[in-house]
T-cell receptor, first 115, second 112 residues
Framework: GAGVSQSPRYKVAKRGQDVALRCDPISGHVSLFWYQQALGQGPEFLTYFQNEAQLDKSGLPSDRFFAERPEGSVSTLKIQRTQQEDSAVYLCASSLAGGVTYEQYFGPGTRLTVT | AQSVAQPEDQVNVAEGNPLTVKCTYS??????LFWYVQYPNRGLQFLLKYITGDNLVKGSYGFEAEFNKSQTSFHLKKPSALVSDSALYFC??????????FGAGTTVTVRA
């Protein structure tokens, strides 16, 4: 079956531009996560949704970052006024439900380069 | 704070030899530990996890990991490595019951 998909796969933005990154989770998966992976580092948690509810946004680095999942399926991560330090791979993951017993399935990521 | 450390940036082994990728953890309470693998231009793939129960956990592609509470370790092992095992491996811990906290990763190269 289809896995987690993300679009675009690559995005180049000029500093100061706004960007929107899309995540299509596996159908039926209740939980959705966003992670940020800087070059040479492990992924770092950004935010967590259960259905349409954003239950944890403690990892969002600044108020320029905003995530939504209005209908409990597709999610969008928006970054306003991009800065060079925002350059990273943004990973989306989904799982059947919350809790560590449920495996997180990751998408291929969106590589954002801010010039 | 809960975290994991991967002390080796790179591991190089010959095909057919045993492969070990090290991970140590620091948690308060019961640790929930995971291993993921990342191939170029592909998403992270789940290998195995330890939640509770047997200390030896078996996972995908012939990998296994041993939870050692006294040494606070969760090393990933494979008895006989394949060239196709060459990838980036991440250890992770769950500080809550949902989000993952990853190590910096270990690049494994298996030479033919």
């Amino acid at each position: 079956g289809a896995g987690v998909s993300q679009s675009p796969r690559y995005k180049v933005a000029k500093r100061g531009q706004d960007v929107a990154l899309r995540c299509d989770p596996i159908s039926g998966h209740v939980s959705l996560f966003w992670y940020q992976q800087a070059l040479g580092q492990g992924p770092e948690f950004l935010t967590y949704f259960q259905n349409e509810a954003q239950l944890d946004k403690s990892g969002l680095p600044s108020d320029r970052f905003f995530a939504e999942r209005p209908e409990g399926s597709v999610s969008t991560l928006k970054i306003q006024r991009t800065q060079q330090e925002d350059s990273a791979v943004y990973l989306c993951a989904s799982s059947l439900a919350g809790g560590v017993t449920y495996e997180q399935y990751f998408g291929p990521g969106t590589r954002l380069t801010v010039t | 704070a809960q975290s994991v450390a991967q002390p080796e940036d790179q591991v190089n082994v010959a095909e057919g030899n045993p492969l070990t990728v090290k991970c140590t953890y620091s948690v308060s309470g019961n640790p929930y530990l995971f291993w993921y693998v990342q191939y170029p231009n592909r998403g992270l793939q789940f290998l195995l996890k330890y939640i509770t129960g047997d200390n030896l956990v078996k996972g995908s592609y012939g990998f296994e990991a041993e939870f050692n509470k006294s040494q606070t370790s969760f090393h990933l092992k494979k008895p006989s490595a394949l060239v196709s095992d060459s990838a980036l491996y991440f250890c992770a811990v769950s500080p809550s019951d949902y989000k993952l906290s990853f190590g910096a990763g270990t690049t494994v190269t298996v030479r033919a």
